[in-house]
T-cell receptor, first 112, second 116 residues
Framework: RKEVEQDPGPFNVPEGATVAFNCTYSNSASQSFFWYRQDCRKEPKLLMSVYSSGNEDGRFTAQLNRASQYISLLIRDSKLSDSATYLCVVNGVTGGGNKLTFGTGTQLKVEL | GAVVSQHPSWVICKSGTSVKIECRSLDFQATTMFWYRQFPKQSLMLMATSNEGSKATYEQGVEKDKFLINHASLTLSTLTVTSAHPEDSSFYIC????????????FGPGTRLTVT
């Protein structure tokens, strides 16, 4: 079982749509959680952290369910510029300190 | 925000040659740098963690003699792919942080290596 699992997509949605991505992680000791965005042939960029209480940043809402080891990202009013791959990222502590584990990403294509 | 640069952005080399990739933190001192590799349609996989002034810690399955990492200063880490082969062709990304407890890390723009 992969440490972080995501549906690879692609999700093709019309502009203005609401779309949700899910992610599950296997290590119950994981400490912090993030969504990153990665554009084609570019480095990942932090979109938002994810908290158990749920958090919102503009059109983006993230949720964490520790009991189910499940993370979600909701994008409202999709824009063409939201087209990218969204990476679910989990942070755990190893002997060497914090270590990020990446999911394979979910590809989003927003269309006119 | 913090900036991490990588050089070169892309490189094409012949099989059997060695390639060096540089990762620099531009406006902060990076006590720890990370090297990742990403194959097409796959996730970023951590290759190794390097701490300034000490030996790198390699992830399981990564050959330390093939992927040489040097973190000689607080702003520079290098990854040398020795005797490169076509299967080493990948997107190599570095990241850096200035505190051991700090997440998330700052990522460089990546280096695309193609070995012919």
């Amino acid at each position: 079982r992969k440490e972080v699992e995501q549906d690879p997509g692609p999700f093709n949605v019309p502009e203005g749509a609401t779309v949700a991505f899910n992610c599950t992680y296997s290590n119950s000791a994981s400490q912090s959680f993030f969504w990153y965005r990665q554009d084609c042939r570019k480095e990942p960029k932090l979109l938002m952290s994810v908290y158990s209480s749920g958090n919102e940043d503009g059109r983006f809402t993230a949720q964490l369910n520790r009991a189910s080891q499940y993370i979600s990202l909701l994008i409202r009013d999709s824009k063409l510029s939201d087209s990218a791959t969204y990476l679910c990222v989990v942070n755990g502590v190893t002997g060497g300190g914090n270590k990020l584990t990446f999911g394979t990403g979910t590809q989003l294509k927003v269309e006119l | 925000g913090a900036v991490v640069s990588q050089h070169p952005s892309w490189v094409i080399c012949k099989s059997g040659t060695s390639v060096k990739i540089e990762c620099r933190s531009l406006d902060f001192q990076a006590t720890t740098m990370f090297w990742y590799r990403q194959f097409p349609k796959q996730s970023l996989m951590l290759m190794a963690t390097s701490n300034e002034g000490s030996k790198a810690t390699y992830e399981q399955g990564v050959e330390k003699d093939k992927f040489l990492i040097n973190h000689a200063s607080l702003t520079l880490s290098t990854l040398t792919v020795t005797s490169a082969h076509p299967e080493d062709s990948s997107f190599y990304i570095c990241s850096a942080r200035d505190r051991p407890d700090l997440v998330p890390q700052y990522f460089g723009p990546g280096t695309r290596l193609t070995v012919t």
